[in-house]
Structures are given as C-alpha cells and as structure tokens.
C-alpha cells in the first residue's frame, strides 16, 4: 500500500503503531509522554513532561455584543472574521484548509478591495492543504496581509511568504522554518518510483515558488532547505521571506492597530 499524502517534517515524523500493552508498569506512561513530545517537533516549554501531558483542551472564548435589541455571543475567531481577520494557529490538513479556504472566499465576496488579515503560528502540515491555501490566497481579489506570530515552520513558512509584497509581516520575537517536504512510501518498485517522483516534483515546485516570493536564487533556496533553516524575523526580512518587523514602537499614532502598518 503506497502512502497517498505527503506532509512536510514537522507532522506525525515518528508514528508508532501498536503500542497496546507491549509496555508494562511505569515505563508506559513516560514512554508515553516521549512519543508526544517528539511528535511536536518544535514545541519547546518551560513547563515539565508531566505538566505538558496533563494539560487541558484549548477552550475558545467567547464575546458577548449588546445592541438595541439584545445581546448576541460570538466565539473570538467569528467575531474577529468580521474584522476580516483570519486565524491558522494548528498544523495545516485538509480540514483546516477548508475552513480557511471558506474564510477567504467569504471575504472576498463581501468586499474585494479591503485587505485580509491571516494570522499565522503554525509548525506546518500537509503539502497538498497547503497548496489549496496559497492558490486560494494568490486568486483572490483583497491583498492578503500575513502576520507570522510564534512559529511559522515549514508550510506555515511558506504560507507567510505567500501573502501579499509588501504586506508580509512578523512580530519581534517570531521564529521562521523552512525546510525540504518529507514523504514515504511503500509497496512495489514501481509504485515507490511513482511517489519518489512526485516528492521530488513537490520539493522543487515549492522551491520555485519560494524563490520567487523571496527574491533568493534557487541554488539558494535549494541549499537552505535541504535541511531546516530557522531565522528570526529580522533574519526573514534579509532573507525576503516577509517585508517587515512590527512593533507597536513603530506607529505614530499609538492609538491605531499595530497591523496598520501595511
């Protein structure tokens, strides 16, 4: 059986299978939290393996509006989507590039000539999810602003990249990967030389374009993400990945949003 989907490094690198209870007592669950971790691949915390494991679900907030004729509750991605801010803050798969896909059509319709904000702080994800961002992002008629919050690793990075000249954008202390496409495949000769292909196509398509948004030869891109290459974000602005660093030191107004600087 040939694997059909090709994610990026920072997704499901050590899969285990058929853990069950080969493990016995208290090797188990430290055993456990070890798997966790490495499938997290730039998480780093201050907190514990203990503490990581036992943490709670994110929970989304909600914001209640009142009006004349009552209140109404948003949770925060909705109400924000009005403001044509739009969240990727998870790694990226078919399901969450549907929901951002959505989001951007949404707001193409309602006003094609006011810019779109995209949030990003994602250690990346699936290829082909990715793809259906970008290509969504470059045919739509709003400039898209990218704002790197945190990570952008690999497809988050190239995401980021993809936003709108002049409008790519990170906060100071954001961290920016890029990286080579991992994928594996098995069964016969034929069916691997047929995925081999289709990796190597992927690897240089996405050079291609990388070199295009970033100004950098494509020798350059090549070399660079044969292996990951994190920057700052004053590195990724020498690199031409993204346009600028904001600050809130920056505005001459202080009263505006920080993101008014595109």
Not at 43 to 54: C, F, L, Q, V, W
Request: with cysteine; proline share 5%; aromatic share 8%.
């Amino acid at each position: 059986m040939v694997s059909e989907t090709f994610k990026d490094r920072t997704n499901e690198d050590f899969a285990v299978k058929g853990q069950g209870n080969t493990i016995g007592g208290i090797f188990k669950p430290i055993l456990k939290t070890m798997i966790e971790s490495r499938s997290l691949d730039y998480t780093i915390s201050s907190k514990r393996p203990s503490e990581i494991y036992a943490a709670p679900e994110n929970v989304v907030p909600m914001v209640v509006e009142q009006s004349g004729v009552g209140e109404r509750a948003f949770d925060i991605y909705s109400r924000l989507l009005r403001e044509r801010i739009v969240f990727l803050g998870t790694p990226v798969d078919d399901q969450v590039a549907d929901s951002i896909v959505a989001q951007l059509l949404f707001l193409d319709a309602e006003d094609p000539e006011k810019d779109i904000q995209l949030y990003i702080n994602s250690p990346g994800g699936s290829v082909y999810a990715g793809l259906a961002i970008y290509d969504t992002m470059q045919q739509i008629r709003p400039d898209v602003v990218t704002i790197c919050f945190g990570l952008a690793a690999s497809m988050g990075a190239f995401l980021l990249s993809g936003g709108t000249k002049g409008k790519r954008m990170a906060l100071p202390s954001s961290r920016i990967m890029i990286h080579q496409p991992l994928g594996g495949a098995q069964g016969q000769a034929v069916e691997i030389e047929i995925q081999a292909k289709e990796i190597l196509y992927i690897k240089k398509r996405l050079n291609d374009m990388l070199a295009e948004h970033t100004g950098q030869p494509f020798d350059t891109i090549a070399a660079d993400t044969e292996r990951d290459f994190f920057m700052s974000a004053q590195e990724a602005v020498d690199y031409g990945l993204i346009d600028k660093v904001i600050s809130r030191s920056d505005l001459s107004d202080p009263t505006v949003p920080v993101t008014s600087l595109n």
